[in-house]
């Protein structure tokens, strides 16, 4: 990943960074990897995401579409 600094100005780029890892997911997989997940709590916390990411998909169609 590269973040360019204009003008010496540090804090502008240090704000794009971290909105650049933020998108990526790299702050979420840390915070995973920080403690040992067991196998049977990773299933569960895939199928809520699953179930999540699925519910958003169908609010934004009926959003858009009407159905």
Do not use: H, T, W
Not at 6 to 12: C, I, K, L, P, S
Not at 13 to 19: E, G
Not at 23 to 29: I, K, L
Not at 32 to 61: G, H
């Amino acid at each position: 990943m590269l973040v360019y600094v204009r003008d010496n100005n540090v804090e502008q780029a240090m704000r794009l960074l971290k909105k650049k890892l933020q998108r990526e997911g790299v702050f979420r997989e840390m915070k995973l990897r920080r403690d040992f997940e067991k196998p049977c709590e990773r299933r569960k916390r895939e199928a809520a995401e699953s179930v999540r990411r699925m519910r958003k998909l169908l609010r934004k169609r009926f959003e858009r579409d009407g159905y």
